[in-house]
């Protein structure tokens, strides 16, 4: 499994507007571009980090060549107006060594 991590740097005004379009954009990447999904976090300093995950990095390379629904073009591109794209960022890009994340409780 492949993960990336972003920074989303957010124009000043347009918050409402990220946080609508961010989750149909992230299920348009998992539809139409094979991700196995993301989280969204906002950290104590109000930065919005994502962190989506991958089958491997190729499809993740791959992704950025596939176009999604008309719909969700539509909600990227809504999305994409609400960033300071030269300040958005990837973090991160990293092969998952061990994965001990549960949705339930650990079987002890």
């Not at 300040?87 to 890009?93: A, G, P």
């Amino acid at each position: 499994m492949f993960v990336v991590m972003f920074e989303f740097v957010v124009q000043e005004g347009f918050e409402e507007q990220f946080i609508k379009a961010w989750p149909s954009v992230t299920q348009g990447i998992y539809l139409f571009k094979g991700s196995l999904g993301s989280r969204l976090h906002k950290n104590v300093n109000g930065e919005y980090i994502a962190y989506a995950q991958w089958p491997d990095k190729q499809t993740w390379e791959a992704s950025s060549e596939i176009e999604m629904s008309p719909d969700y073009e539509m909600h990227r591109d809504s999305m994409q107006e609400s960033l300071n794209l030269e300040s958005t960022r990837v973090l991160y890009q990293m092969e998952v060594e061990i994965d001990y994340l549960q949705r339930r409780k650990f079987a002890l």
